[in-house]
Nanobody, 114 residues
Framework: QVQLVESGGGLVQAGGSLRLSCTAS????????MGWYRQAPGKQRELVAA???????NYADSVKGRFTISRENTKNTVYLQMNSLKPEDTAVYYC????????WGQGTQVTVSS
């Protein structure tokens, strides 16, 4: 089993920045993709950004140019740097590791006030 622990969420004003971190532990398959998803109240969970073990990235159109995903393979950690935050970015953000199966973190709340 893989355990994912997120940190870095919180309350920020519009235009501000936050950095999320997620560290994986347990039975980790080295060749994996790590990603950040988010779910706002009443909405489906959506992909925000993902990064392969080689560093290839993919972003949702709504966050391109504002968010940056990165990872440190030696630490089994993925980061999400969020800049120019908007109220519509408010959601619970979940970390995921996709390998043979997908593992999820418990989620961290991000609230952007206008």
């Amino acid at each position: 089993q893989v355990q994912l622990v997120e940190s870095g969420g919180g309350l920020v004003q519009a235009g501000g920045s936050l950095r999320l971190s997620c560290t994986a532990s347990g039975s980790i398959v080295n060749i994996n993709t790590m990603g950040w998803y988010r779910q706002a109240p009443g909405k489906q969970r959506e992909l925000v950004a993902a990064i392969t073990w080689r560093g290839n990235t993919n972003y949702a159109d709504s966050v391109k140019g504002r968010f940056t995903i990165s990872r440190e393979n030696t630490k089994n950690t993925v980061y999400l740097q969020m800049n120019s935050l908007k109220p519509e970015d408010t959601a619970v953000y979940y970390c995921a590791m996709i390998a043979v199966k997908t593992s999820w973190g418990q989620g961290t709340q991000v609230t952007v006030s206008s």
